[in-house]
């Protein structure tokens, strides 16, 4: 069941609706920032309620207008929603909005919080025009990389470089000429990720889904994709387009019989989940299906091990009357396509405008890898079907429990839901997905736009149409008061302390702490405490005849209630199973 939970603090913004739309959180200043509808706020990450700064960023009335006149709807388009915000240095940051499909871009002044009005200027290939388009962008370097739009109509989809520190300015984009580069892209996210030791080769990779065309099969396919950082076009072919733009296919799917598998085709979002070695994050990926037979999400996960593999194995190559991509076998052309240019390599090549040109030329009709990449378990390790939402958002949180180190995942709802799910790898190697909780943290169901983690406070921030909201990674208190219940939680943030389900905190000294996450067995953990055989047990005294209401909500999913009747007369208790309704004894 969906519980309704208190919040740490909520902030709703104007009557009609907040329509938040991007989050800017910084630990290090202490401070949240919110791009929504014509406006940018300041928010406490402490508390969500304390009355934020803003600043007033509307769309110009001759632009509203226009967008009226387009047939667009007032309210949930003909506004400037601010779909971008970004740190540009030490003292400004840098936003953009849809402008009432008239895209702008700004700087804001970092220490008085103030829009510099001087500073704005066209946001075309920086920010889409829909404010209800699926769009990513990241800025590295002081150079922005964005997956968007490029007109009114939002069918010429492109990935761009703008920005940059002066002179080394240049704008880059992806070839609008060819579909089979990025066609009807829905842009989802963007992440700086090195390669190797050598700047040379440090990456930008990207993820989106688009529509693909093999014969006369049209079919939505998700795909990460790479380009350098130190891309400058080519010289005579391909300029301003990027040189070194790879493509491959994400596969989310569940190994069925006889070589039938179930796909989640459609990508939603993406978490990057970091180690030790900053350039091996761990990729969580959430999906959706396009099956018109069923509704159904799933969670993978992917290494950059297995990315990187994709990318340096062979291309795809479209030839013959059907259209298809098969595996290219002929010459492959020196430096070999997609790497960055770099000196270590050959120093005669010190930028992509010393490419020759048949690996301009090959680069442009290859784009596509031939291997696609699968999960690390080969399966999802999360699926929810048959449910009457989708997942939309991810965020993941790696816990350190008694029993070893957990991946706690926190899945956004298109039904106004979280939920904190937990995948637990048992001895056989085989995976047991656990939902902790199922938050409902919207009264009202909305889709989930937004979510940010805050590592440092412990904090859950969950950003939609309604509102932002604030919500603690732990809840240990709402596992009960008794050690078995908290064992049988199986949250890897809380323990049974000896006296109450609190925060788990690593230390030297165990004391009296009980945790089970992999087994969730009371019996093993809480053998020597009063509540080691029964939780707890209520007596209920009832009319005949009439109804009785018998409360069935456990403190955890993973704890059970059962409820016995003992009649008039009778010593005898005979088990019910009244599924949380009230009954007639």
């Given amino acids: 069941p969906r519980t309704l939970i208190p919040f740490v603090s909520l902030f709703l913004g104007p009557s009609d609706g907040l329509h938040s739309h991007s989050l800017l959180l910084d630990e290090e200043r202490g401070r949240l920032l919110l791009g929504a509808r014509d406006h940018i706020y300041l928010l406490d990450p402490d508390n969500l309620a304390r009355a934020p700064r803003k600043i007033y960023w509307p769309a110009s009335r001759d632009r509203v207008e226009m967008c009226k006149l387009a047939g667009k709807n007032v309210n949930l388009e003909c506004a400037n929603f601010v779909r971008a915000l970004h740190n540009f240095n030490r003292t400004h940051v840098y936003a953009c909005g849809t402008g009432a499909f008239h895209p702008n871009c700004a700087f804001i002044e970092d220490g008085v919080f103030q829009l510099l009005s001087g500073t704005v200027e066209s946001g075309r290939l920086k920010c889409p025009f829909d404010p209800l388009q699926p769009f990513t962008s990241v800025l590295a370097d002081q150079y922005l990389y964005a997956g968007t739009s490029s007109d009114f109509l939002g069918k010429d989809t492109t990935f761009t470089r703008s920005l940059g520190p002066p002179p080394d300015q240049h704008y880059i984009r992806t070839d609008i000429s060819e ?15 090195a390669d190797t030791y050598n700047p040379d080769d440090d990456k930008i990779y990207f993820f989106f889904r688009e529509v693909s065309w093999e014969g006369n099969d049209k079919s939505i396919l998700s795909r990460v994709a790479r380009v350098c ?21 994400l596969v989310c799917s569940i190994p069925g019989p006889d070589g ?7 990508l939603q979002d993406i978490f990057l989940l970091p180690t030790r070695d900053d350039k091996n ?46 595996e290219y076998e002929g ?84 039904a106004g839901s979280v939920l904190k799910v937990v995948s637990i790898t048992q001895e056989n190697w085989s995976t047991e997905e656990v939902v902790l909780e199922e938050l409902q943290i919207f009264q009202v169901p909305t889709t989930i736009l937004s979510m940010e983690m805050s590592s440092k406070q412990q904090q859950l921030y ?16 709402l596992y009960g008061q008794a050690c078995a219940e908290c064992c049988l939680a199986r949250d890897p943030y809380c323990a049974w302390d000896g006296h109450t389900c609190s925060r788990y905190v690593p230390a030297s000294k165990r004391r009296a702490r009980r945790q089970d996450i992999k087994h969730g067995d009371p019996a093993s953990q809480c053998w ?27 403190k955890s999913q993973q704890a059970q209630i059962t409820w016995f009747i003992q009649r008039p007369g009778s010593e005898l208790k005979e088990e019910k199973s009244y599924h949380c309704r009230s009954c007639l004894s």
């Avoid at 950082?229 to 296919?249: C, E, I, M, P, Q």
């Avoid at 039938?260 to 459609?266: G, L, P, S």
């Fill in 179 to 193: 579909d089979y580069w990025i066609n009807e892209a829905r842009f989802i996210s963007a992440h700086p990720i």
């Fill in 229 to 249: 950082k130190n891309d400058v076009g080519g010289l005579r072919s391909l300029t301003n387009k990027w040189t070194t733009f790879l493509k491959a296919r």
């Fill in 260 to 266: 039938v598998d179930t796909h989640f085709d459609e």
């Fill in 281 to 326: 994050p761990v990729v969580y990926a959430v999906f959706t299906t396009s099956s018109s037979i069923f509704r159904g999400s799933a969670v993978c996960v992917y290494s950059m091990a297995d990315i990187r593999a994709a990318f340096n194995g062979p291309y795809a190559h479209k030839e013959g009357p059907d259209h298809r991509w098969v």
């Fill in 331 to 414: 010459r492959i052309p020196y430096p070999r396509p997609g790497t960055c240019p770099s000196k270590t390599y050959d120093p005669k090549i010190k930028t992509t405008k010393d490419f020759p040109d048949e690996v301009v030329s090959f680069i442009r009709f290859h784009p596509l890898m031939y291997r696609s990449v699968y999960p690390l378990t080969g399966r999802p390790v999360f699926t929810r079907v048959r449910v009457d939402y989708v997942l939309t958002q991810i965020v993941v949180d790696r816990v350190l429990a008694e029993d070893g180190q957990y991946e706690v995942m926190f899945l956004g709802t298109d």
């Fill in 462 to 477: 969950v950003g939609s149409g309604q509102g932002l909201a604030q919500v603690s990674l732990s809840r240990c208190n």
């Fill in 528 to 554: 020597d405490t009063e509540d080691s055989i029964r939780v707890e047990e209520r007596v209920l005294f009832a009319v005949q005849n009439n109804s009785t209401f018998l409360e069935c909500i456990a």
